[in-house]
């Protein structure tokens, strides 16, 4: 049976071209993909995805500005570097808000361009061109794309990997010079942009081995040599030391648990793949035909089983969700192969029908609503698509639809190799993987703009916009880092970090705990802070409030900041929590002198909470309200825990006590006791 009768017509992109030659239709095919997910980074208007965004962008900031990789001016041992190196051009020249809708932009055509080398692979293979622009379509077409929204790696990664691909099967069929070195450069520039793709060399020196055999090390000498010189020396030098920032894998243990998560993120790519192409593609890895499949198939397994054992292992060492962004390059290979399934006449029926059946089993046994809920979603745009739809029309009813869709998938593949109908499964594969993204991105954008509209104001570069310079960062205990990291991601004047008290820092660099000195002075903080009021309320005795935007507070300050007053346990919406802290800082005698007062109360829907400042109770009332005064004078600092018994939790997982106004002091200046307030 002849391909064009058995494969799928063009889809509607590049039949709108009919007449015109493939590579137009192909070009027409990268243009669309780069408008519309253009179109879509622009309902992203923030990033989220941390600290790894805030990573590649203050990298991208260092090296604009003409400087080694650096976080916060600390030195960056960071091997994935393409991706910061492609955006410190924008970083460089624009504001923060432009060059981050410039590299929206530039994922998104980067991304889209998977396209080419997809459609090469294809026609390598000897599909037809109007099959392989359907697999360039479906390349840009899977939710995965998403990303191109996101300041991460993968956007640069996708289309180098897979050129490298394609490069590679070229340089096995035909090992000619150029097409090995083409190889290797694009093999270095996948790794340079995402380290997980090393396994590009291996997979390439077992596919040789397996289309040559002995005679692999004579018609791949050049490329084997330039490979394992380099991984020789590598181990030589210490793999954590080349890993840098990624070291922390080589901390990894091959659990128990890899060979499951291994079956479910196989499971779960198969899912995102369509299902009805997954059998067909097996079936023709399987029995290839020619050298240039051999290549293909053998290059292709061992790529795919490398970076599902990648997935798995990070899964089974404590991150455990479906780690769908490390292994969404795998999926524009499957219609690739099912290419060839159709081509040859669909071979091995009785197999693929085995591996349908078994398909449609896990489908009907394992719901996906599991997978899809909390923090499980979290690498998964599929996931993410799916949790859209459970909560349009249930949970349940979500999971169920998603279910029979794909059981459907599941019983047409078995009749595609029965019957045929090669033609509707692609295009059905397309079409699923279209409205997975739409799915994907009205979820993500919705989330998207909930970050900007609870976590940043209006200017989110407002620290910038003060003139400010030289801020740092202060993080309370208990603050959430997400609230932090997206005033470093924006503000660029905030050039260092610290941690008061048990704070929790926002990423791995360098974090100093803040030692406060008897004075109240915050020791190794020079000038200018902005303290995160999420958890802890703070006042100075030598610093100027000069903006305020949701829970941070921006102090200018010509020598060390010094705290006056301290409540560690307050929130910044009023609400204490149920264990804290009250402290005030002497003044320059040496001395506490003063009164403190603030006010305890009780929504009138609320039960009634005692609270134990120190030696005291008050029994607060719902309804009602409690000034409590203290009069202080005492040596150096003075401190007062609180207690609650009783109490709640508020919608967001808080557990509070009574809502408290911000603590007033009024110091008395001696001799004459005359009060000044510090508010």
Same mark, same amino acid.
């Given at each position: 049976?002849?391909?064009?009768?058995?494969?799928?017509?063009?889809?509607?992109?590049?039949? %709108?071209?009919?007449?015109?030659?493939?590579?137009?239709?192909?070009?027409?095919?990268? %243009?669309?993909?780069?408008?519309?997910?253009?179109?879509?980074?622009?309902?992203?208007?923030?990033?989220?995805?941390?600290?790894?965004?805030?990573?590649? #962008?203050? $990298?991208?900031?260092?090296?604009?500005? *003409?400087?080694?990789?650096?976080?916060? +001016?600390?030195?960056?041992?960071?091997?994935?570097?393409?991706?910061?190196?492609?955006?410190?051009?924008?970083?460089?020249?624009?504001?923060?808000?432009?060059?981050?809708?410039?590299?929206?932009?530039?994922?998104?055509?980067?991304?889209? %361009?998977?396209?080419?080398?997809?459609?090469? !692979?294809?026609?390598?293979?000897?599909?037809?061109?109007?099959?392989?622009?359907?697999?360039?379509?479906?390349?840009?077409? $899977?939710?995965?794309?998403?990303?191109?929204?996101?300041?991460?790696?993968?956007?640069?990664?996708?289309?180098?990997?897979?050129?490298?691909?394609?490069?590679?099967?070229?340089?096995?069929?035909?090992?000619?010079?150029?097409?090995?070195?083409?190889?290797?450069? !694009?093999?270095?520039?996948?790794?340079?942009?995402?380290?997980?793709?090393?396994?590009l060399p291996v997979a390439f020196i077992t596919a040789a081995l397996v289309v040559d055999?002995?005679?692999?090390?004579?018609?791949?000498?050049?490329? $084997?040599?330039? !490979?394992?010189?380099?991984?020789?020396?590598?181990?030589?030098?210490?793999?954590?030391?080349?890993?840098?920032?990624?070291?922390?894998?080589?901390?990894?243990?091959?659990?128990?648990?890899?060979?499951?998560?291994?079956?479910?993120?196989?499971?779960?790519?198969?899912?995102?793949? *369509?299902?009805?192409?997954?059998?067909?593609?097996?079936?023709?890895?399987?029995?290839?035909?020619?050298?240039?499949?051999?290549?293909?198939?053998?290059?292709?397994?061992?790529?795919?089983?490398?970076?599902?054992?990648?997935?798995?292992?990070?899964?089974?060492?404590?991150?455990?969700?479906?780690?769908?962004?490390?292994?969404?390059?795998?999926?524009?290979?499957?219609?690739?192969?099912?290419?060839?399934?159709?081509?040859? +006449?669909?071979?091995?029926?009785?197999?693929?029908?085995?591996?349908?059946?078994?398909?449609?089993?896990?489908?009907?046994?394992?719901?996906?609503? *599991?997978?899809?809920?909390?923090?499980?979603?979290?690498?998964?745009?599929?996931?993410?698509?799916?949790?859209?739809?459970?909560?349009?029309?249930? #949970?349940?009813?979500?999971?169920?639809?998603?279910?029979?869709?794909?059981?459907?998938?599941?019983?047409?593949?078995?009749?595609?190799?029965?019957?045929?109908?090669?033609?509707?499964?692609?295009?059905?594969?397309?079409?699923?993987?279209?409205?997975?993204?739409?799915?994907? $991105?009205?979820?993500?954008?919705?989330?998207?703009?909930?970050?900007?509209?609870?976590?940043?104001?209006?200017?989110?570069?407002?620290?910038?916009?003060?003139?400010?310079?030289?801020?740092?960062?202060?993080? #309370?205990? *208990?603050?959430?880092?997400?609230?932090?990291?997206?005033?470093?991601?924006?503000?660029?004047?905030?050039?260092?970090?610290?941690?008061?008290?048990?704070?929790?820092?926002?990423?791995?660099?360098?974090?100093p705990h803040i030692r406060i000195g008897r004075d109240g002075t915050l020791a190794g903080?020079?000038?200018?802070?902005?303290?995160?009021?999420?958890?802890?309320?703070?006042?100075?005795?030598?610093?100027?409030?000069?903006?305020?935007?949701?829970?941070?507070?921006?102090?200018?300050?010509?020598?060390?900041?010094?705290?006056?007053?301290?409540?560690?346990?307050?929130?910044?919406?009023?609400?204490?929590?149920? #264990? +804290?802290?009250?402290?005030?800082?002497?003044?320059?005698?040496?001395?506490?002198?003063?009164?403190?007062?603030?006010?305890?109360?009780?929504?009138?829907?609320?039960?009634?909470?005692?609270?134990?400042?120190?030696?005291?109770?008050?029994?607060?009332?719902?309804?009602?309200?409690?000034?409590?005064?203290?009069?202080?004078?005492? =040596?150096?600092?003075?401190?007062?825990?609180?207690?609650?018994?009783?109490?709640?939790?508020?919608?967001? %997982?808080?557990?509070?006590?009574?809502?408290?106004?911000?603590?007033?002091?009024?110091?008395?200046?001696? =001799?004459?006791?005359?009060?000044?307030?510090?508010?």
């Open positions: 049976m002849a391909l064009d009768a058995a494969l799928p017509a063009a889809p509607r992109t590049v039949a %709108l071209a009919r007449g015109l030659t493939a590579r137009v239709g192909l070009a027409l095919v990268v %243009l669309g993909s780069f408008a519309v997910r253009a179109v879509a980074s622009a309902a992203h208007p923030v990033p989220r995805y941390f600290p790894d965004e805030y990573i590649y #962008t203050a $990298i991208a900031r260092s090296l604009g500005a *003409g400087h080694a990789p650096a976080v916060r +001016g600390t030195p960056a041992h960071f091997p994935a570097l393409l991706g910061p190196l492609l955006a410190a051009p924008l970083q460089a020249l624009f504001a923060p808000g432009l060059a981050y809708r410039l590299t929206q932009c530039e994922n998104a055509l980067l991304m889209s %361009l998977a396209a080419v080398p997809v459609y090469l !692979l294809a026609r390598r293979l000897a599909l037809s061109a109007r099959y392989a622009l359907a697999c360039a379509v479906f390349a840009v077409a $899977i939710p995965d794309l998403l990303y191109a929204s996101y300041t991460l790696a993968g956007p640069v990664a996708y289309p180098l990997s897979l050129a490298a691909v394609a490069a590679g099967v070229a340089a096995l069929e035909r090992p000619t010079r150029r097409a090995q070195l083409l190889f290797l450069a !694009l093999a270095f520039l996948a790794t340079f942009a995402r380290v997980q793709y090393v396994v055999r002995r005679s692999a090390f004579r018609t791949q000498r050049l490329p $084997i040599v330039l !490979l394992v010189a380099p991984a020789l020396a590598a181990i030589a030098v210490g793999g954590s030391r080349i890993l840098g920032y990624y070291s922390n894998v080589a901390h990894l243990h091959v659990e128990g648990s890899l060979l499951r998560w291994a079956a479910t993120d196989l499971f779960l790519l198969s899912l995102v793949a *369509g299902v009805v192409l997954v059998p067909g593609a097996v079936a023709a890895l399987a029995r290839p035909r020619g050298r240039t499949e051999t290549a293909f198939a053998a290059f292709a397994v061992v790529f795919a089983a490398a970076l599902l054992f990648e997935a798995a292992l990070y899964a089974s060492n404590g991150s455990a969700r479906f780690q769908e962004r490390y292994l969404f390059s795998l999926l524009p290979l499957v219609p690739v192969a099912f290419g060839l399934y159709a081509k040859h +006449g669909r071979p091995l029926r009785t197999p693929v029908t085995i591996l349908s059946v078994l398909l449609f089993a896990a489908i009907a046994r394992v719901p996906l609503s *599991g997978y899809a809920a909390g923090l499980g979603r979290t690498d998964s745009p599929f996931l993410v698509a799916v949790f859209q739809l459970e909560r349009l029309v249930g #949970t349940a009813n979500g999971s169920l639809l998603v279910a029979l869709i794909c059981s459907v998938a599941a019983v047409g593949s078995i009749v595609v190799a029965r019957r045929g109908g090669a033609q509707a499964a692609v295009i059905a594969t397309i079409v699923v993987a279209a409205v997975a993204s739409v799915g994907a $991105i009205v979820r993500d954008a919705s989330v998207a703009q909930g970050v900007r509209d609870t976590l940043l104001p209006a200017n989110p570069s407002w620290v910038d916009a003060t003139g400010l310079s030289d801020v740092t960062l202060v993080q #309370t205990a *208990g603050s959430p880092s997400g609230r932090a990291i997206e005033q470093l991601y924006w503000n660029r004047s905030l050039t260092h970090e610290a941690l008061l008290g048990a704070a929790t820092a926002t990423d791995v660099y360098p974090a903080v020079r000038g200018n802070v902005l303290v995160q009021d999420y958890s802890a309320t703070a006042r100075f005795s030598n610093a100027v409030l000069v903006a305020h935007a949701g829970t941070f507070s921006l102090y200018r300050s010509d020598a060390a900041p010094r705290l006056s007053l301290l409540e560690a346990g307050r929130f910044s919406d009023g609400w204490l929590a149920q #264990t +804290g802290r009250l402290s005030v800082w002497p003044d320059a005698t040496g001395r506490t002198r003063g009164t403190l007062r603030f006010t305890l109360s009780l929504p009138a829907d609320a039960r009634p909470v005692t609270v134990q400042f120190g030696k005291a109770r008050y029994h607060v009332e719902p309804g009602r309200a409690a000034t409590v005064t203290y009069t202080i004078d005492a =040596p150096g600092k003075w401190s007062l825990p609180f207690t609650s018994r009783g109490g709640s939790y508020n919608p967001d %997982l808080r557990a509070v006590s009574v809502r408290s106004t911000p603590p007033v002091l009024h110091r008395f200046d001696a =001799p004459s006791r005359r009060a000044t307030a510090v508010s």
